[in-house]
């Protein structure tokens, strides 16, 4: 009896030749890639401004800006957005410089226009967005996602006055519910006395 041996090898070819093929129609071709969109909270502001309806971050704020820039300087993000106030321009801007990106600023009532803009980005886009404490949790679940560990004011969801630390990942697959990945970064929660949105 001949051995079975060249029969598969040829078999395998044949089959190998086949998906070598680029697809031919549309049900064959590889999905679109997932966009990947991080989305997180300003830095801690300084609450001794002389502007309280828009404090820049205070010194404790300064340095976790720069541990985010640490921690996502290698995240191969392509677009940076933030909210129209200085707190999350300036905890983004150290990142900024880092990948040479300008970083979008959409305003902070707007968390659906923030997600029609992510929506609008290249498939394979990598988006950072800093918001508030009351506008991540309304983008993240824009973007199918539900935030664990949220505490409720005036019946809306929100992230703790002292969550500065708190990095959400969230994958938005072309099928299927999104998928989110918490990170934590800098000082812990409660570390620092400075609150706010």
Avoid: W
């Avoid at 290249?122 to 918001?131: H, Q």
């Amino acid at each position: 009896m001949k051995s079975p041996v060249p029969i598969l090898l040829a078999v395998c070819a044949l089959l190998s030749i086949g998906h070598s093929r680029s697809p031919s129609r549309p049900e064959d071709a590889a999905p679109p890639a997932a966009r990947t969109v991080i989305v997180l909270r300003h830095a801690e502001k300084d609450t001794a401004a002389k502007d309280p309806r828009d404090p820049p971050l205070s010194a404790a704020g300064a340095v976790r800006a720069q541990e985010l820039a640490r921690l996502l300087g290698a995240s191969g993000a392509t677009h940076l957005y933030t909210s129209d106030l200085a707190r999350t321009r300036e905890t983004l801007a150290p990142l900024a410089a880092r990948l040479a990106l300008v970083s979008e600023a959409v305003p902070a009532a707007q968390p659906e226009e923030v997600v029609a803009r992510l929506d609008a980005l290249p498939a394979g886009s990598a988006a950072v967005v800093c918001g508030h404490s009351n506008t991540v949790p309304r983008i993240a679940e824009l973007l199918g996602v539900k935030l664990p560990g949220l505490v409720e004011v005036q019946g809306l969801p929100m992230l703790a006055d002292d969550s500065y630390d708190r990095v959400f990942v969230i994958t938005r697959p072309a099928i299927g519910p999104a998928a989110c990945l918490e990170l934590r970064y800098g000082a812990p929660s409660g570390a620092t006395s400075s609150a706010g949105k």
